[in-house]
């Protein structure tokens, strides 16, 4: 099947619903890991309205990207509760390890990384998400044991 | 035979492995262990909290590793009490933390099966949707409005007059939207509930349906609740083949269907009226009010948007009535609120009690102070709008208007714990940040107000000009409360002043002393 197709059949699948936006973006989002250029166009005619309007609710929320996120999307939380354990040094690490800053993605293409502002973790911060696997009681040391694992373990699935 | 074990399946526990230690129960005992994924039971300090029940009796273990696994079992954990091991908490009702409370809307919580239709059934559910299936739309409502409940998202209006507003409208068709959103930094009970008993809070919008009028509800839920969203999706279908949703509630003829959709990591968007623009597949622009939700809501409609906790509140008060509610608390403040304790905390997790105790017993008794062993400095209670208390006022009743007295607010009941090495400077330019980043973007004076006051920040930390930036701190904070459309820009400043008001010297010798 074709992106363009992949796409198409998302749209009809939802298209039926009430405000049916913002589950047709999530739902080409989880298939494709980001909101690919194609999509916006497709979405605009099937739904009548315009490009722009699209774009205009893609880009209100944080979590459409338009483009592809690290194999291991990475989030850190960055909000209170995290920051009464740490999290401030914690992101500081993170960025360092992965020599990225928010909002890119490491050259390998392994892992991105994206701020998020609570995780509902907050009794056991700070707290980190990779893909929809949440880690609480974070530290420098334990995310570097998680990244080097992840990596690992993709190694091992390309060999 | 085999004997029974509970492991949660909430998101905190997986957080700290409890998945990989069910597997290892499995792997090692697999013919002598059941394990039932059960919700948490809010002492998150010691997840992965396993349970064995004993005969009917439950006793805890925690926070178990996988490397515990292997030596509980070795030791017989399966057969008999292992009081020797350090993880042995005693029989989990017994323990003071949980002991304390007055589970009402919590009850089930990490008792059941989350997703066990048979469970909820034994433990009480279905009988608030049986006794409103029996009242009229209005002796509902009345009855709600009767508990004195109020809405728990933070505003706290009172429950049964929007209720009343949205039964009295007219319009094609109602809603009901269970507000979902969890925003506030420092509060994970509307996650708890969805996943440790989903049911009661899927029971409370049907009820809230035949109260009135409306035949569909969504559950706004945000994006980074992935796990909450398995459950929840589960539990729906689950409750459509169980006459809890569906064409006939319990058979009744009446009809009542409800579905999750996912929000998208907007903070805004826990406002009401941006919620519902975003439902409508829109930007989530907040809408001016009035008109009110209840009246013009979602697609126009007459629609109730409540906090999962205070749907969820609702089955015990149909069930137990109102009297028995509106009994408990403290003044206006009547009922129970799932506190949370949260950020630099020995014990956190969840305190369902009572309104009208003090901030004090919760971070104390119940917190046991701090998880770095050094000594606290401050709380921020009610998420990102609300005020820093000093230790000077943790002997306020957690009431609605005792906070509101010394301009704070206790919003969703989220309680986040700071140590002395915090540097509040830091924490009140997190304020204004947190706001330009999130504001949805409509007005001035929080859109633009928010980076202003960063860099006001910014200046007063390098010792620039001083006084004169507080002065004009303080002005742009007065713009923002008076003139912002809604809570978000309106709110912003009430972190920011009470850090001015009792942490003022940290804010301003920030430049000169290094922050630990
Ligand atoms: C900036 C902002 C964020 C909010 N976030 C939430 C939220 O995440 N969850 C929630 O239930 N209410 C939130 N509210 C409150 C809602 O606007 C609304 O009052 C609430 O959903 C009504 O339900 P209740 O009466 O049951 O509390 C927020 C309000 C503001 C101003
Ligand atoms: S105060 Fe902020 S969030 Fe609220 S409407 Fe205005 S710009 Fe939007
Ligand atoms: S503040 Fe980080 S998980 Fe809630």
Known sequence: MTEREAISDIIDAHRHLEGSLLPILHAVQDRFGYLPPNSNRLIADALRVSEADVHGVISFYHYFRQRPPGKHAVSVCRAEACQAQGCRQLEAHIKTRLGIDFHDVTDDGQFSLEPVYCLGNCATGPTVRVNNTIYGRMSAEKVDRLFERLAVDTVRLLS | ?516
């Not at chain 2, 049986?130 to 505003?155: F, H, M, N, Y």
């Not at chain 2, 006022?393 to 208007?401: A, C, F, R, V």
Request: hydrophobic fraction near 40%.
């Open chain 2, 1 to 516: 035979m085999s004997t029974r074990l509970f492991i949660p399946r909430d998101t905190t526990a997986l957080s700290l492995g409890a998945d990989e230690v069910a597997d290892l129960f499995l792997a090692q005992a697999s013919d002598s262990c059941d394990v039932v994924r059960n919700g948490t039971r809010g002492m998150l300090w010691l997840e992965p909290l396993v349970e064995v029940d004993y005969e009917g009796e439950r006793i805890a273990y925690g926070p178990v590793d996988v490397t515990d696994v292997a030596p509980l079992l070795a030791q017989g954990v399966l057969d008999r009490p292992v009081t020797e091991s350090p993880l042995y908490q005693g029989p989990t009702e017994q323990i003071p933390f949980l002991a304390r409370q007055q589970r009402l809307t919590f009850a089930r919580c990490g008792v059941t099966d989350p997703l066990s239709i048979d469970d909820y059934r034994h433990h009480g559910g279905f009988t608030g949707l049986s006794k409103a299936l029996t009242l009229d739309p209005q002796e509902i409502v009345d009855c709600v409005t009767q508990s004195g409940l109020r809405g728990r998202g933070g505003a706290a209006f009172p429950a049964g007059i929007k209720w009343q507003t949205v039964l009295t409208a007219s319009g094609d068709r109602k809603y009901i939207v269970c507000n979902a959103d969890e925003g506030d930094s420092g509060t994970f009970a509307d996650r708890i509930i969805m996943e440790g008993d989903p049911f009661v809070v899927i029971e409370g919008m049907a009820i809230a349906g035949l109260a009135v009028g409306a035949e569909h509800g969504y559950i706004y839920l945000r994006e980074e609740y992935p796990n909450a969203k398995l459950i929840l999706d589960e539990a729906i279908a689950l409750a459509e083949s169980a006459g809890l949703l569906g064409d006939s509630l319990l058979g009744s003829g009446k009809t009542f269907h409800c579905e999750v959709r996912l929000a998208a990591g907007a903070y805004i968007c826990g406002e009401e009226t941006s919620l519902l623009e975003s439902l409508e597949g829109k930007r989530g622009l907040v809408r001016a009010k009035p008109p009110l939700p209840a009246i013009e809501g979602l697609f126009g409609q007459p629609t109730v948007v409540n906090n999962v906790l205070t749907l969820a509140s609702i089955p015990w008060i149909l069930d137990s009535g109102a009297a028995g509610y509106a009994a408990l608390g403290y003044e206006r403040s009547k009922g129970t609120l799932a506190f949370q304790l949260a950020g630099n905390i020995k014990q956190g997790g969840l305190v369902e009690c009572a309104f009208g105790l003090s901030l004090k017993e919760l971070i104390e008794d119940f917190g046991n102070s701090s998880f770095s062993g050094r000594p606290l400095k401050a709380a921020q209670v009610g998420g990102p709008l609300g005020a820093y208390l000093p230790y000077s006022q943790w002997h306020l009743p957690m009431d609605y208007e005792a906070f509101a007295q010394v301009d704070a607010m206790i919003g969703h009941g989220g309680i986040v714990v700071f140590d002395d090495s915090a540097d509040m400077g830091e924490q009140a330019r997190f304020a204004m940040e947190f706001c330009k980043e999130e504001s949805c973007g409509k007005c001035t004076p929080c859109r633009i107000g928010a980076t202003r006051g960063v860099e006001v920040i910014d200046r007063i930390r390098n010792n620039q000009d001083v006084s004169n930036n507080l002065t004009l701190l303080g002005d742009l904070c007065d713009t923002m409360r008076d003139g912002s459309l809604c809570a978000m820009g309106g709110l912003t400043p009430v972190p920011v002043r009470s850090i001015m008001k009792h942490f003022g010297h940290e804010l301003v010798s920030a430049g000169k002393e290094s922050s630990l």
